[in-house]
């Protein structure tokens, strides 16, 4: 804890600032456009796992170029990587840029949760005393914001008129060339597969975390043998059950992801039940784990993996851009019961097989 | 892409819209257009109840019961009986990144 403080003490003028400008309502740091390897690298690690959960920039009023009272103000969020990809995009630029203390989240998820939203935006303008240091009464918003931000609460309370700009930081050049009009495109939210791939780590990591636990369970089942904790059996017949854990976790949170549209159905459940079958089809077929041979255990395989696949896939629905929640909630009201019934039988049928492999029945 | 048919909670009601297009401005999947200076309704199914136009429609044309389309969110609202919500801060979900 203490590491951290001193840290954040040192690093008090952010490296990514080129200096200050002096404002009517005080100085103000003046950003970069470019990126430092230092920001790439804390792109890739907030991708990855919880580094994100902390990863800020304090909020407040920013400048790119030199601004004048005329220039335009972009609201953002204060997730690092949120402010980079806007300060990237407004080089050469002369703007301002207001952060709004969204706790270091993306303005979707925050907007959401209603921290980039109405009241903190009204404070913020407010704190930063933005009447003064601009002379026109417009701000410009991700639109993507619109989801926690009321703009006529906003302008009843500061004069200010909120237009939504481009959904992607990208676009903001050709929009404000435009005459801060937005295109169709501009305005829809996309979903690209490397957008999909990007989001994929953070569906397989919390997978994985299981796994230690998930794999001991498997070989502890096949090492049960009446004279005690087998090693030999628990490897022999344990090694396909993890091979096809493995497997489904792929099936649900990598490839069903990455090759959304070309699964079939709409379902999510649905996607990843089948790419689970495939999974488990193309492994005991093609790759020959001939251990499971066993038609109980093959039985198993076929019920208890595809389901844990669809399980993930659904998982996925958290990062997407197109699912709404009366959506997901009819998945689960579904998929739910199938799943407990598939984990169910399965372990009916493992202590079947298990009775059968000691010959007690 | 589309997600399911037929389960969104969208309503829109005509009479009351005064055509100043915030709607089709904040609609992230394009379900809103214009037609003879009056919003419009494209294609219900696309719609995710992310909520931006209900918010930002000063009329009152326009209702959802918006929320999250996240399977993380709406199983941990099951287990402790509040709304789904974007939450996952002390999780390692992989919505909030």
């Known amino acids: 804890m203490q590491m951290q403080t001193l840290k954040f003490v040192k690093k008090e003028v952010p490296a990514w600032t080129t200096g200050t400008i002096a404002t009517p ?11 430092t390897s230092a920001d790439y690298r804390g792109m890739i690690k907030s991708r990855i796992g919880a580094f994100r959960m902390n990863y800020a920039v304090t909020p407040g009023l920013y400048a790119v170029g030199d601004p004048t009272k005329d220039s335009d103000v972009f609201v953002t969020a204060n997730y690092k990587l949120t402010f980079d990809f806007l300060r990237r995009e407004l080089k050469g630029m002369n703007a301002w840029i207001l952060v709004l203390d969204t706790k270091s989240i993306n303005v979707w998820c925050a907007a959401g949760k209603g921290t980039f939203g109405t009241d903190e935006l009204i404070k913020r303008i407010a704190e930063a005393k933005l009447e003064t240091v601009v002379g026109h009464r417009r701000i410009i918003l991700p639109q993507l914001g619109a989801v926690g931000v009321n703009a006529s609460t906003v302008q009843k309370n500061t004069g200010f008129r909120v237009s939504f700009g481009p959904v992607q930081a990208r676009d903001i050049p050709a929009y404000v060339q435009a005459g801060h009009k937005k295109t169709e495109e501009m305005s829809t939210i996309r979903f690209s597969m490397l957008d999909r791939m990007v989001l994929t780590p953070m569906e397989i990591n919390p997978a994985m975390k299981k796994f230690p636990w998930v794999a001991g369970g498997i070989l502890v089942v096949f090492g049960l043998q009446p004279q005690g904790l087998l090693f030999q059996p628990a490897w022999s017949q344990g090694l396909p059950f993890l091979v096809l854990t493995l497997l489904a976790v792929l099936a649900g949170a990598f490839v069903t992801p990455v090759l959304l549209p ?10 990843g039940w089948i790419v689970g079958v495939l999974s488990v ?4 077929r093609y790759v020959e784990l001939s251990t499971v041979r066993d038609t109980i255990l093959l039985t198993v395989s076929y019920l208890l993996f595809p389901a844990l696949s669809s399980y993930i896939a659904l998982q996925f629905t958290g990062s997407t851009t197109f699912t709404g929640m009366s959506g997901v909630k009819k998945e689960l009201k579904i998929g739910i019961p199938l799943y407990l019934g598939a984990a169910s039988k399965s372990l009916i049928l493992m202590i079947v097989f298990k009775l059968k492999e000691w010959r007690i029945v | 892409m589309k997600y399911l048919a037929n389960v969104t909670t969208l309503q829109y009601s005509l009479d009351k819209c005064t055509g100043c297009g915030r709607c089709v401005e904040v609609c992230p999947q394009r379900v809103f257009e214009m037609r003879d200076k009056r919003a419009a309704i494209t294609d219900r ?17 326009i209702t959802v019961n918006a929320g999250v389309g996240c399977a993380a969110a709406i199983i941990n609202s099951m287990v402790t009986g509040g709304p789904p919500s974007c939450d996952c801060s002390n999780t390692s979900a992989g919505c909030c990144g």
């Open chain 1, 25 to 35: 309502a005080g100085a103000v740091y003046r950003v970069s456009s470019e990126w």
């Open chain 1, 262 to 271: 070309f699964v079939p159905f709409r379902s999510f459940a649905l996607k």
């Open chain 1, 281 to 284: 089809f193309a492994a005991t």
């Open chain 2, 45 to 61: 199914d696309r719609c995710m109840e992310c909520g931006a136009c209900a918010l930002n429609c000063e009329f009152g044309a």
